[in-house]
């Protein structure tokens, strides 16, 4: 029997309301209350830079006079600001104004006894002109028409809408403007500054990771669930003939929920390995995560870039999901709370009193190795992925009510823990990361759920975190900021509470479960994080991720003390890369990657036999040579 590879978490990056993902910074705006100094300053300092409050020139932090800025100066001067603008908070006018959303109001003119007369330029007239009008030239130009039966209009009109908070990028900053992105949708643009983080992150140069494995020992796993639907993508496809304008040629291509993927593939990484964008609603970036942990076990993939980004801060998607009722809005939350005025910031409360969940863009991308390419080129190690489980919810009566599948995946990911951990990394030193949606209904049955599985497993006080009370739902990307705020866990022990509540609602199953109102430092390493999502159709999911010193531990078993030794030591030349690069960052640099119509592939330069394929560029070929799997059943 051949013996799992074990798929390592060795780079991590995005964007999201709470800032960038790398370095922990995201995490860190999260818990900034519970954090020491310097790292808290630090995190003030870089989103100051990323929001355009400061800037870091000649060596130093400088405000608009440029005057000299030291830590403490920003957060003086502009942690308030800092703070207010990240988050969940009341949807910025760049999106579009929540008290005055463009409309169009339908109305019939001329609809009485006389008939309506109206000029108009002849170049004007509908084609073909209706059978109802009389055209009358009044010049060369222009006609007069005479319409006997009235005339369908349709006219600007702004409404206010009821849903006016989301999770959004931090204030001021602008996705597009860290590479040339000329008519990318922002969904697009989230994916190649979130995919260039991620593998900025990992401290080793990509040239470096591609000379030592097969060209097609890549692989992508990315997507999202709501397509672009902004005017660069699908949304400005289906409005353009309704407008009066023009489809342009890149709105479809770039439309597709595969461009997360795509879009790595051909612009950051120059991949010819595995893709796939799977998508399983809210649950679709632990759909990639499993793909890509499944391949990287077999030995199928060697590395591997997981992700998903999402941008569905767009009014139609809101008013989609708005009329499903699945949105908290601002009169939900007024009466839930008896009060005219409702805080923006704490629409999203998962496991408290709550009226719906809050939309959120997100991009949120990690990079797998296999254990033996991680040790060979001193990769850091961030966590591990045990196992991801998905199943359906059999037959439902309503596509987006939950089902009984998710009580399958929790408990199969705790089994599944327990068996390559043990009995009391589960019972004393887990941690679950909650969907925690913010729905009445999720409350209820996604906390019996973890309730049930606390009994039988024989777990009391089982810490709770729902990242969506910070970040909002992000829907595809979701899973991935549970993933990454876990590794913020992991690394500094402070368990983000959810504080947008003031306490757990009462139908909620909190006998065994710790779901805090404030950050809790956690009283002893954690072994193991449960991931958990639920999505509309059925989509559920969760994965086991597993603590750095654990996945040592398991690494020392199977490569010994003199090659974990051998280990370390080129570890801390990639320390050093990855902290060389977070720095840059952290002062505006991001260089992100993004390379069009660089490094093309010469077709006429593939070498092609019966043992391989040698292509151009790459060091190593793509082996041919292939053993029957099937041998028992040919003869």
Not at 105 to 122: H, I, M, Q, W, Y
Not at 150 to 167: H, Q, T
Not at 351 to 358: H, I, K, L, Q, S
Request: charged share 20%; proline share 4%; net charge negative.
């Amino acid at each position: 029997m051949s013996v799992a590879r074990l798929p390592i978490v060795v780079g991590f990056g995005g964007f999201n309301a709470a800032g960038r993902a790398s370095g922990h910074h995201a995490y860190r705006r999260m818990v900034i209350e519970s954090l020491p100094e310097l790292p808290r300053q630090e995190t003030l300092a870089g989103l100051a830079v990323m929001m355009g409050l400061i800037s870091y020139v000649e060596g130093a932090y400088r405000d608009s006079a440029d005057q000299a800025l030291d830590l403490a100066d920003i957060e003086a001067r502009y942690g308030e600001q800092i703070l207010d603008g990240t988050l969940i908070r009341r949807i910025d006018k760049s999106f579009f104004d929540v008290d005055a959303a463009h409309w169009q109001k339908s109305a019939t003119l001329g609809a009485g006894d006389s008939p309506l007369v109206f000029e108009l330029r002849k170049r004007d007239l509908p084609e073909p002109v209706p059978t109802d009008w009389l055209v009358n030239d009044i010049d060369g130009d222009r006609v007069r028409v005479t319409a006997s039966g009235g005339l369908e209009v349709k006219f600007d009109s702004y409404r206010d809408i009821p849903v006016k908070s989301a999770g959004q990028l931090p204030r001021g900053f602008n996705p597009g403007s860290l590479y040339n992105s000329h008519y990318h949708p922002r969904a697009l643009q989230l994916a190649v500054i979130g995919a260039s983080d991620a593998i900025q992150s990992i401290g080793i140069k990509w040239s470096a990771i591609m000379a030592a494995v097969q060209p097609d020992q890549v692989g992508v796993y990315a997507s999202n669930v709501m397509s672009q639907m902004d005017e660069n993508g699908f949304g400005g496809l289906l409005q353009s003939r309704l407008k009066g304008g023009r489809v342009s040629a890149k709105q479809c291509p770039l439309g597709l929920n595969t461009m997360p993927a795509d879009f790595v593939n051909a612009y950051i990484l120059g991949s010819v390995g595995q893709t796939g964008a799977i998508t399983g609603a809210c649950a679709s970036f632990l759909y990639n995560l499993q793909a890509a942990a499944e391949d990287i076990a077999s030995g199928k993939c060697r590395v591997a870039v997981v992700g998903c980004a999402e941008a569905p801060i767009v009014l139609e998607i809101i008013d989609g999901y708005a009329t499903m009722g699945a949105l908290a809005s601002e009169e939900k939350l007024k009466k839930l709370d008896g009060t005219d005025e409702i805080d923006p910031r704490r629409t999203s409360r998962p496991f408290g009193e709550n009226a719906g969940f809050t939309m959120a863009e997100a991009s949120q991308y990690v990079v797998l190795m296999d254990d033996a390419l991680a040790i060979e080129l001193g990769a850091d190690i961030h966590g591990a992925v045990g196992d991801v489980f998905i199943n359906a919810d059999g037959f439902k009566k309503s596509i987006s009510a939950p089902g009984p599948g998710n009580y399958i995946t929790m408990a199969k990911a705790v089994a599944s823990a327990k068996a390559i951990l043990g009995e009391e990394s589960i019972k004393q030193r887990s941690l679950i990361q909650a969907h925690g949606s913010s729905t009445p209904q999720n409350r209820v049955t996604e906390s019996q759920i973890f309730d049930q599985v606390a009994q039988v497993f024989g777990i009391e006080n089982w810490p709770v975190s729902a990242v969506k009370a910070y970040v909002g739902h992000s829907l595809s990307a979701a899973s991935g900021e549970q993933l990454i705020a876990s590794l913020g866990v992991f690394k500094y022990g402070i368990i983000p509470g959810v504080k947008t509540i003031d306490k757990v609602a009462d139908d909620v199953f909190a006998d065994r479960l710790q779901i805090a109102t404030k950050d809790v430092v956690a009283s002893q390493q954690l072994d193991v994080a449960f991931l958990n999502s639920k999505g509309f159709g059925g989509n559920n999911a969760t994965a086991s991720i597993f603590a750095p010193h654990v996945v040592e531990r398991m690494l020392a078993r199977r490569f010994g003390e003199k090659g974990m030794a051998r280990y370390r030591d080129k570890r801390e030349q990639v320390r050093a890369a990855a902290e060389a690069y977070d720095v840059a960052a952290q002062q505006g640099n991001f260089a992100t990657i993004y390379h069009f119509g660089e490094g093309l592939i010469d077709e006429s330069q593939i070498r092609l036999d019966q043992d391989s394929v040698q292509l151009p560029g790459f060091a190593h070929p793509i082996d041919l040579i292939f053993a029957n799997r099937y041998a028992d059943m040919c003869e």
